[in-house]
């Protein structure tokens, strides 16, 4: 079982549709990631939060620390949106990294 | 301020021969992460350095890999006798403190072993 579990693997989702994606761990975490991977495979830090929420322009990312789950959301969704967008976590303790499988969104016009 | 470089962002290789992929952290950053990406899968941490001290090298295959981050210039990710499998996506992250929360991700190398 992976430290980092994300669903749905792949979306399909229509111009200005809100779209969630879920992230699940099983770790001790000292903070959670989102991160976006463009076609042309750069990333970029999207999120870094510890609890509760933060937002950013049509992005925002929630954390349950009790319930060791996140959410990114985003609303009014853009042909631009579409990239990969991969969870992870740092632990607490060790020091490690673990990433998701990340979730492939597609967003058409 | 420039973020995280990694070049080349292409390499080609044939089978058995060596790859060198570099990374040059953020300015003011002494602490480099390499993580692989293999096709169809997530990111994997390789290893961990501080100017010139591998910290964890608890990714790295056992053997053919290598990482170094001198005193001078950037950190190396070194491949001896590539083989297909080793057809990856390589990215660099660095972070100001030794603190992986705070990490700021290369575009990558697109390593293809022919």
């Known amino acids: 079982k992976n430290e980092v579990e994300q669903s749905p693997q792949n979306l399909t989702a229509q111009e200005g549709e809100f779209i969630t994606i879920n992230c699940s761990y099983s770790?001790?975490?000292?903070?959670l990631h989102w991160l976006q991977q463009h076609p042309g495979g750069g990333i970029v830090s999207l999120f870094m939060?510890?609890?509760g929420k933060k937002k950013h322009g049509r992005l925002i990312a929630t954390i349950n620390i009790q319930e060791k789950h996140s959410s990114l959301h985003i609303t009014a969704s853009h042909p631009r949106d579409s990239a990969v967008y991969i969870c992870?976590?740092?632990?607490?303790?060790?020091?490690?990294?673990?990433f998701g499988t990340g979730t492939s969104l597609t967003v058409i016009p | 301020n420039a973020g995280v470089m990694q070049n080349p962002r292409h390499l080609v290789r044939r089978r058995g021969q060596e790859a060198r992929l570099r990374c040059s952290p953020m300015?003011?950053?002494?602490?480099v992460y390499w993580y692989r990406q293999l096709p169809e899968e997530g990111l994997k941490f390789m290893v961990y350095?501080?100017?010139?001290?591998?910290?964890?090298e608890s990714g790295m295959p056992k053997e053919r890999f290598s990482a170094e981050f001198p005193k001078e210039g950037p950190s190396i990710l070194r491949i001896q006798q590539v083989v297909r499998g080793d057809s990856a996506a390589y990215f660099c992250?660095?972070?100001?403190?030794?603190?992986?929360?705070?990490?700021?991700f290369g575009p990558g190398t697109r390593l293809t072993v022919t």
């Open positions: 350095l501080q100017k010139e001290n591998i910290i964890d």
């Open positions: 992250a660095s972070s100001p403190t030794g603190d992986r929360y705070e990490q700021y």
């Open positions: 992870a976590v740092s632990t607490n303790t060790g020091n490690q990294f673990y």
């Open positions: 300015k003011g950053h002494s602490h």
């Open positions: 939060l510890s609890s």
């Open positions: 770790v001790g975490i000292s903070a």
